[in-house]
């Protein structure tokens, strides 16, 4: 009890405090500037990397173009009448108004502030046009928004009216076929050569004639109106949209007109949808969870689609889209992390050094104090004092700069070096007091000078064998589980089961550097044994001087982690450059590529002739490329992209760029009788080699086709399906080349002035898009950031560990110099000391960080940022990890002469009475 009752509160003595605060205020200042530096990264980039989330997602969504759109369907009303006839409905564009208002009502707050307003699309069945040489189609489409339809001028004719005048009128089943008036675009009208007053000669499926009527000829007002873009052959005819080798037409329905239409088809052939399109920049990260919970419910409670009732039927890919924005956002996040971590680690290590400099300066005076009776807590309360104040004041600078240049903050990075920096220096400190004061003498015992260092060899193999048990159990977490979120709500901010893998690289390379570090001391000593038989006394000095600073671990863990992290961050760095370089001859093919629009397309082989001989072009391959053609595998329809080019020609192609080869195209010869050969890719095994399609035709038999092998990725597709030309022309379907791949210096000049109605897409502009993504850009400066800050705590970690052993160093060659030492030779025995760990962190480090990179960056799925099918090749910068290594021994070589002149006035007198 009375133990208890004389319990007192530690004393600071605050004249001490600041005492010790103004000798030491470099070492302290500078352990403020490493907190306050590291702060402001670890603060800033998780907010940064929000922001980053924010414009990915946006920037996701508009590269889908119309997958994201939210589709909601519902069937008409019966028009039956009373004679059992059909009723022509007056009412129609105000029931299209009413279903649109419904649909948004049934969207919900959360996604309707997501969607723009709401565009209402009645479409008809595609039609084949009668007479002319090639396959065409037309379609009627009605178009309606909050305002109406899109604003057109009518340059020829007038605006679609009702067929008959009359509102009700009955119709018979299976009568003479219905006029309905429609509007042609400039571009159908010039392409049909067809005008006001003129019809449109169609037929439906069944073989049933179809009376369409053209009213006027329009120009759109604003050809950007989002309206058009829902049904693009409504502006311009469009290839390829009706099966290959076809192209459709559009025809405008108007509110007079729409009526009319309804009696032209079958009850349930005309369709009416209402197209949500998303907001992009009314998404953020945070609403994707919500937003795609709400698409997936919507989807989930649609009417069944045999029933003939007006209930609402939704479709949309926009939760598809926002589950891989979200999937990237959480890799960078991962990514990031792994980073951050490498990061933290050397920052702890650094800031070890700097708290073990400072004990080594304060120790005679933490010593004097104990002896003159200070107590142990006050001590370290004193030295807690003075570390929280510092270490706490230099976070929060760190932080107020990570505010003012981020949109936010984030503190919990920045805890691990807050409690580094203001525990290790009064751990230590306390240690040292308490050594200063202990009355335990070395036992005379040799067995029990064993056991005492045997108990301490045991607790250090204890600390490096759970250090490596730690590495390993993060190294099978980080390939077993991944980085990712386990649950597809998983959001960017890293939880609790990601902390081991996110740390296999920091632990690794802790785990690397402790192998060194068991190895450095035996190195050396064998260095020692064969310089004590050499008649050379600097190598003797300089290697018993290695010899006896070779178990300090901090330092060489310091230097190996340092540069470990630095070459791990190259090499991410790196592989994610080369990966978007390989992404970018993916999509495009080729150097630049020219898709050409439908009413060129017989200017196509012209024009690639005119392309191959301007200057600086080496190849011109050209191609019938079709997105979602109709393919089929036995009853199954595929909608791979099915590219028709002359095989030799396209696998020369292959061979003179980095694109990976495809030997498998020289089975694509004229086949003769018998089944076309073509390669196939699939992403779900749907197409494989052996399998038997059918390539479907409009008005003609099916073309059957055997895939003979796999197909190389064309334009990035996962489904292809390629045919060499020859081959189907044979079989009797003749290809309208559409796509010129083009390499050389002078493509993209070449592509540029084609002089054509044609998309350019360039090689170098690609990868400078895919460059500037938000995520890639994120990473990819992270990356870059976190090498030179790495870089530069290894050489402060050097100065430090140098600035640390300077004093015992310069002492023990100042006394040698009184045997006939010369300076030259001292600096030469300084350097002999100071060199073995820093060249075994020279070495070992790039190639510790190396050999983790191999390990760790399929796991890290860099392929989600780059853009390729596949997990990007690790590419070891060799030439960035080489000036690592150089950096490093310069600064070695520079810390002795700096030394040297910093002691150059050290008095013998004063060195030889130091430690008596």
Do not use: C
């Not at 901010?493 to 690794?508: C, M, R, Y």
């Not at 570090?517 to 190598?539: D, E, N, T, Y």
């Not at 086949?671 to 699939?682: E, K, M, Q, T, W």
């Amino acid at each position: 009890m009375n133990r208890w009752l004389t319990r007192r509160w530690p004393v600071p003595h605050w004249p001490s405090i600041r005492g010790r605060g103004r000798a030491d205020a470099g070492p302290l200042l500078l352990t403020a500037a490493v907190i306050a530096a590291v702060a402001l990264l670890a603060g800033a980039v998780p907010a940064l990397l929000r922001t980053a989330a924010d414009n990915a997602v946006q920037d996701t969504v508009r590269r889908a173009g119309h997958d994201p759109n939210v589709l909601v369907h519902a069937n008409w009303e019966r028009d039956d009448g009373p004679t059992g006839g059909r009723i022509r409905i007056p009412r129609l564009p105000e029931d299209i108004d009413d279903f649109r208002a419904r649909a948004t009502y049934a969207l919900g707050p959360e996604l309707d502030a997501a969607l723009r307003p709401p565009i209402a699309v009645v479409n008809g069945p595609s039609l084949s046009i009668t007479g002319g040489t090639e396959p065409r189609t037309v379609q009627l489409i009605y178009l309606a928004g909050d305002r109406g339809g899109p604003d057109v001028t009518w340059i020829a004719g007038s605006a679609p009216g009702p067929a008959v005048p009359g509102r009700s009128i009955e119709i018979p089943y299976n009568g003479p076929p219905w006029p309905v008036q429609v509007g042609l675009s400039e571009a159908d009208a010039a392409a049909l050569d067809l005008g006001p007053g003129d019809r449109i000669p169609a037929r439906d499926g069944q073989g049933r004639d179809k009376d369409i009527r053209i009213s006027g000829i329009y120009r759109p007002a604003d050809s950007a109106d989002p309206a058009w873009q829902l049904a693009p052959a409504l502006l311009r005819p469009v290839p390829g949209a009706d099966g290959v080798g076809t192209t459709r037409y559009a025809g405008l329905l108007s509110r007079e007109s729409l009526p009319d239409a309804r009696l032209a088809f079958d009850d349930d052939q005309l369709r009416r949808t209402v197209h949500f399109a998303p907001e992009p920049d009314a998404l953020t990260w945070a609403a994707t969870a919500p937003l795609v919970s709400q698409v997936v419910k919507l989807k989930a409670t649609s009417g069944p689609s045999g029933v003939r009732d007006d209930s609402l039927r939704w479709e949309s890919q926009l939760d598809a889209v926002l589950r891989d924005a979200r999937t990237q956002v959480s890799a960078a996040s991962a990514q990031a992390a792994v980073l951050l971590a490498g990061i933290l680690a050397a920052t702890v290590l650094v800031l070890l050094l700097a708290a073990e400099l400072l004990v080594r300066r304060r120790t005679p005076a933490l010593s004097a104090a104990r002896q003159r009776g200070a107590a142990l807590p006050d001590v370290g309360a004193e030295l807690i004092i003075e570390s929280a104040v510092v270490s706490l004041s230099a976070a929060a600078a760190g932080l107020a700069l990570a505010r003012a240049v981020a949109p936010g903050v984030s503190w919990t990075w920045a805890v691990p070096v807050v409690l580094a920096g203001a525990v290790a220096g009064p751990t230590l400190g306390i240690l040292a007091a308490a050594r200063a004061s202990r009355d335990r003498r070395q036992p005379a015992n040799p067995g029990a000078r064993r056991w005492i260092l045997a108990t301490g060899q045991l607790r250090r193999a204890a600390v490096e064998v759970a250090v490596l048990l730690a590495a390993v159990a993060a190294f099978v977490t980080l390939h077993e589980r991944g980085l990712l979120p386990v649950a597809d709500g998983g959001a960017a901010e890293l939880t609790g089961d990601l902390v081991l893998p996110i740390s296999a690289v920091a632990v690794g390379v802790l785990a690397g550097a402790l192998v060194v570090l068991r190895l450095l001391p035996v190195g050396i000593r064998f260095a020692l044994r064969q310089a004590l038989r050499s008649r050379r006394p600097l190598a003797v000095f300089g290697a018993a001087r290695a010899a006896t600073t070779a178990g300090r671990a901090l330092p060489l863990l310091a230097l190996v982690g340092a540069t470990a992290l630095a070459s791990f961050a190259l090499v991410v760095g790196g592989t994610v450059a080369r990966g978007l370089a390989d992404g970018a001859w993916h999509t495009v093919g080729a150097d630049a590529r020219l898709d050409v629009g439908a009413d060129a397309e017989a200017a196509t082989p012209a024009l690639a002739e005119r392309i191959a001989a301007a200057p600086g072009v080496g190849q011109v391959v050209v191609a019938q490329v079709t997105d979602s053609a109709r393919v089929f595998a036995e009853s199954t329809l595929l909608t791979p992209r099915l590219v028709i080019v002359d095989a030799a020609a396209f696998q020369g192609l292959l061979a003179a760029t980095p694109l990976p080869d495809a030997p498998a195209l020289g089975r694509l010869s004229a086949p003769g009788p018998g089944d076309v050969p073509a390669l196939v890719r699939s992403s779900h095994g749907d197409l494989r080699a052996g399998t038997r399609l059918q390539l479907a035709r409009d008005d003609a038999p099916a073309i059957r086709l055997v895939a003979v092998g796999t197909a190389p990725s064309v334009g990035g597709a996962d489904d292809v399906v390629i045919v060499d030309a020859a081959a189907l022309a044979e079989a009797g379907l003749s290809a309208v080349p559409n796509t010129v791949w083009v390499t050389g210096p002078g493509a993209a000049r070449a592509v540029s002035d084609s002089g054509v109605a044609a998309d350019v897409v360039v090689r170098a502009d690609v990868q400078r898009a895919q460059r500037a993504a938000p995520l890639t850009a994120g990473i990819l400066r992270l990356a870059w950031t976190a090498a030179s800050v790495l870089l530069a705590l290894g050489l402060l970690g050097l100065a430090l560990a140098a600035a640390a052993g300077a004093p015992e160093r310069w002492q023990t060659l100042t006394r040698l110099r009184t045997l006939g030492l010369r300076p030259r030779d001292a600096r030469w025995v300084a350097a002999g000391e100071l060199l073995p760990p820093v060249v075994v962190a020279a070495i070992f480090g790039p190639l510790l960080g190396a050999l983790l990179a191999r390990l760790t960056l399929g796991p890290l799925e860099l392929r989600l940022l780059t853009g390729q099918a596949a997990d990007p090749a690790t590419v070891l910068p060799w030439g960035l990890l080489g000036l690592v290594s150089v950096a490093l021994l310069a600064a070695a070589g520079a810390v002795v002469p700096v030394e040297s002149a910093l002691r150059r006035r050290d008095r013998l007198s004063e060195v030889l009475r130091a430690g008596e």
